[in-house]
């Protein structure tokens, strides 16, 4: 629980979020798990706010005020920690009267007082969604609680928007596997992508017209007398962390995606080399399997971006005539569709 003063829920969320196409809602819909669970269907419209100066972005929080009929709930959350596949991050929640922000919330809550003092006074509407949601809440094995929300709706920044199309699978009591094991139940219904970028982050791209770039390996930090179990869930959730901050990317034609892509491929299946001897055969195998999958899949992208990017204007200097009489029609890039088969080879056989 958070500060007493302001009765905040100060929590950690823990969630898995999938991008779906707009055909797949009726699918998901047919799950078994969800057919036989009540719905709670509710209109949220959600306001992001800002600083000019961003101080709440450069304090990796954001800041929001959501609105479902009468109902005002005002949301403060940490940046996602990046590792592994699961968003892990700090949330603060108050219920409060108005759809501006009531900043005196945050000043009483340990942690927030600094950020808000810096943005009295500052604050204004940066962006906005507008969703229809369908919540169930879903029991597995017995001792672990999923919150399963179907997100559709629109993200809108002055006259520009984009769809939402979501699944979010939200941990509210027992062990991570359970999120694991629904998500491989929706995936057999539809094809899901795994997404690293929020409703946030997408409504910051349509505000400022900036895109996350390709993101480079981090070394985790292992400390000297880490144990064997913990060093192998910084280093495995640090090169899926990687490889999931670089799907977006790697959909918006960036080459650099694709490249650190594999590399985060092969550094996972190299971990799982590492820690072989304390791992079953048949788990580390399966894993393997698909990163191996996934890296021919990527590879086959990548040979292809170096060919038309650095092998083929390379030989066009040094041979024009050449190759202008035997490639009359110089080779594109891959287009969407053949970037959208890598993409959904990654949500059926990756990690």
């Given at each position: 629980m ?8 100060d929590?950690?969320?823990?969630e ?9 809602l009726?699918?998901?819909e ?22 000019p100066?961003?101080?709440l ?24 920690d990046?590792?592994?596949v ?37 604050l ?15 029991r ?16 809108r ?8 199309h ?24 539809a ?18 017209g900036?895109?996350?770039p ?21 280093i ?36 799982l ?8 055969d ?14 021919r899949?990527?590879?086959?992208a990548?040979?292809?971006d170096?060919?038309?990017?650095e ?22 890039r ?5 970037r ?12």
């Amino acid at each position: 629980m958070g500060h007493a003063r302001n009765k905040a829920l100060d929590l950690r969320e823990v969630e898995l979020k999938f991008q779906f196409s707009p055909g797949g809602l009726t699918k998901l819909e047919k799950n078994c798990v969800l057919a036989g669970t009540e719905a709670k269907k509710l209109h949220q419209v959600t306001t992001y706010f800002a600083t000019p100066n961003a101080v709440l972005d450069k304090g990796g929080l954001t800041l929001r005020v959501r609105k479902s009929g009468k109902l005002r709930i005002q949301t403060v959350k940490s940046r996602a920690d990046g590792r592994g596949v699961a968003t892990n991050r700090n949330e603060w929640e108050w219920r409060i009267a108005q759809n501006m922000p009531d900043v005196e919330k945050l000043k009483n809550t340990r942690g927030l007082y600094k950020v808000a003092k810096q943005i009295e006074g500052k604050l204004e509407p940066v962006f906005v969604t507008d969703i229809q949601r369908t919540v169930r809440l879903l029991r597995q094995d017995g001792n672990s609680i999923v919150e399963a929300a179907i997100d559709v709706g629109w993200i809108r920044s002055g006259i520009t928007s984009e769809p939402v199309h979501e699944l979010e699978l939200e941990l509210k009591g027992g062990g991570y596997e359970a999120l694991y094991q629904l998500a491989a139940q929706f995936q057999k219904l539809a094809p899901l992508r795994i997404s690293a970028e929020s409703k946030a982050v997408r409504g910051w791209h349509l505000r400022t017209g900036q895109t996350e770039p390709a993101r480079a390996a981090r070394l985790p930090k292992l400390r000297r007398n880490i144990s064997v179990a913990e060093g192998f869930h910084k280093i495995i959730g640090g090169t899926l962390g990687h490889l999931i901050a670089n799907i977006g990317p790697t959909l918006r034609g960036d080459p650099e995606g694709v490249h650190q892509m594999r590399i985060a491929l092969r550094r996972c299946r190299a971990a799982l080399k590492l820690f072989a001897p304390h791992l079953g055969d048949e788990p580390a195998g399966k894993f393997d399997d698909a990163l191996r999958h996934l890296g021919r899949v990527f590879g086959k992208a990548r040979d292809w971006d170096v060919f038309c990017l650095e092998t083929l204007p390379a030989a066009m200097v040094k041979l024009p005539a050449e190759l202008e009489l035997a490639i009359p029609n110089r080779p594109n890039r891959p287009n969407r569709q053949d970037r959208q088969h890598a993409d959904s080879s990654h949500g059926h056989g990756g990690p």
